[in-house]
């Protein structure tokens, strides 16, 4: 097979990366460098065109380097990786040459093994131009992304049985489990309004040792509460831990499907649990298919939204592992005649957790906003915060369309989210932006990097520039 592997650098950069291609292409490719393009279209690139498994959402991008890496893709199977990376253009933003060569000759190794002649082009540009068309094309390489089924939290688990079931509960904290504390006073008050009267069956998806499960038990004493976990040593935690007449527990995947009647849930709840479910449009219509009429559905977990703002610039390309999309939910509640209501909650506030070391000076400044704006329940959706809660029931109230992001490209999110921060006052628009430049100068990617946002984000300009060319003009 014939493959021309085309490679767009930084005309400013090529006397720089150039000897790291030819180091790439010797023995593996003919080498081929073209005339530098003053200004390259990104509507001209041969794009990824990514779709998430189990999702609505998708976005198209050319391969960015570095944004892009294949240790962050879920290639499956896993030796698939260097043989997609032929297939779209490559757009370098600059980085280090030595990466940058170790990733092209594994695209090109690849290409020999299957008995290919692999050409290598190079075209130094100058600048980009934007914008970056959403709409699948013929000549795209499809790529589905899929999330691990990997349980993360087996492994604490197991190693803390012992502590939990001989230390009291209050103590628990101390031997670092996080995933330990009762929550339910995250759903208190939409319990409280949208909630049966009179729940007979209640689930805890995701449940791990059991604590709401058993709260939930004590509060619905007519209610059958059932806590399942795919962890069979949480569970057997619970089972120990908590003895209550009306509380079961029970070892269940949920990604599989369920194994209770339809219609005949009252009320589920899940915490940080449900992002895990790796079919989550599936998940989605499977729960609401369980719902009773009036039934509830409580999730409190971490959004694929928040991420993109404090993970930006690299979640431009790919959704992790353990959030979940609010679109998909939403879409899912509107097909069983649900309404969402979108909650901020204000435990999710923690921008050192999302930002590297280099950022800390600006993590602080967010913090202090995040906690200037705490309070005592859920409140109104904000895309800095990274945890939300999801009431969906016939009873919610209908979110206003603006407040939701329910398109699904994931790229076209990033609208509403820098729309956020140009919303916020002027230091937490520094602190957020410089906190985003930090994360593209640790891939050694300024100014390019700014550039790049910019084609990507037409509307980005106006929020970026003015920050960003500040800190450029001094030398920053
Ligand atoms: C972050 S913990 C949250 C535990 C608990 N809900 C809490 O708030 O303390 C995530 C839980 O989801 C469970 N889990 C992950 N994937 C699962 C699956 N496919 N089916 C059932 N449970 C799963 C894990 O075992 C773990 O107990």
Request: no cysteine; charged share 10%.
């Given at each position: 097979m014939d493959t021309e592997l085309v490679l767009f650098i930084p005309a400013a950069q090529t006397a720089a990366l150039y000897p790291f291609l030819e180091q790439a292409a010797e023995g593996r490719a003919e080498l081929l460098r073209d005339k530098p393009v003053p200004c390259l279209p990104l509507a001209a690139l041969r794009c990824l065109s990514i779709s998430m498994h189990g999702s609505h959402e998708h976005v198209r991008l050319p391969l960015v380097y570095p944004f892009v890496r294949t240790d962050s893709f879920n290639f499956e199977p896993p030796e698939r990786a260097a043989h997609e990376l032929a297939g779209p253009d490559w757009l370098v933003l600059g980085g280090n040459g030595e990466d940058l060569l170790a990733f092209v000759a594994e695209a090109l190794t690849a290409r020999l093994k299957d008995g290919g002649q692999p050409t290598l082009r190079v075209v130094p540009y100058a600048s980009l131009s934007g914008p970056l068309p959403q709409e699948a094309r013929p000549e795209d390489t499809p790529f589905l992304f899929r999330k691990s089924g990997k349980n993360f939290n087996q492994p604490t688990w197991a190693k803390c049985v012992d502590q939990l079931l001989t230390l009291p509960e209050e103590r628990w904290p101390e031997v670092g489990?996080?995933?330990?504390?009762?929550?339910?006073h995250v759903f208190d008050e939409a319990l409280a309004r949208l909630a049966p009267k009179k729940p007979r069956l209640i689930l805890d998806l995701g449940c791990g040792l059991g604590q709401i499960a058993r709260t939930l038990a004590q509060r619905f004493p007519g209610a059958l509460v059932v806590g399942v976990d795919a962890s069979s040593e949480a569970i057997a935690v619970a089972r120990q831990a908590f003895q209550l007449p009306n509380l079961r527990y029970g070892v269940v995947d949920f990604s599989r499907p369920l194994d209770f009647a339809k219609g005949s849930v009252d009320l589920i709840v899940s915490t940080n649990a449900l992002p895990y479910a790796q079919d989550q449009l599936g998940s989605a219509r499977e729960l609401f298919g369980l719902l009773s009429p009036q039934g509830l559905l409580l999730n409190h977990c971490r959004a694929e939204e928040s991420h993109l703002f404090w993970d930006f610039p690299k979640s431009l390309a790919l959704p992790s592992n353990t959030q979940i999309f609010l679109s998909d939910w939403v879409s899912a509640a509107r097909e069983s005649g649900r309404n969402t209501e979108v909650l901020s909650v204000p435990l999710g506030m923690a921008a050192l957790y999302f930002l590297p070391n280099q950022a800390r000076p600006f993590s602080e400044p967010l913090n202090a906003f995040a906690d200037t704006r705490r309070h005592d329940g859920p409140g109104a959706y904000a895309p800095w915060v990274s945890h939300v809660l999801l009431a969906h029931s016939a009873q919610a109230r209908p979110a206003a369309e603006a407040a939701l992001p329910l398109a699904s490209n994931h790229l076209a999110r990033l609208g509403p989210v820098l729309g956020a921060v140009v919303a916020a006052p002027r230091e937490i628009q520094e602190a957020a932006i410089l906190a985003w430049i930090c994360n593209a100068r640790m891939l050694g990617l300024l100014p390019e990097a700014l550039e790049f946002f910019e084609a990507v984000l037409p509307d980005s300009a106006p929020v970026l520039r003015p920050v960003l060319g500040a800190s450029l003009a001094a030398g920053d």
């Open positions: 489990i996080s995933n330990t504390a009762d929550l339910v």
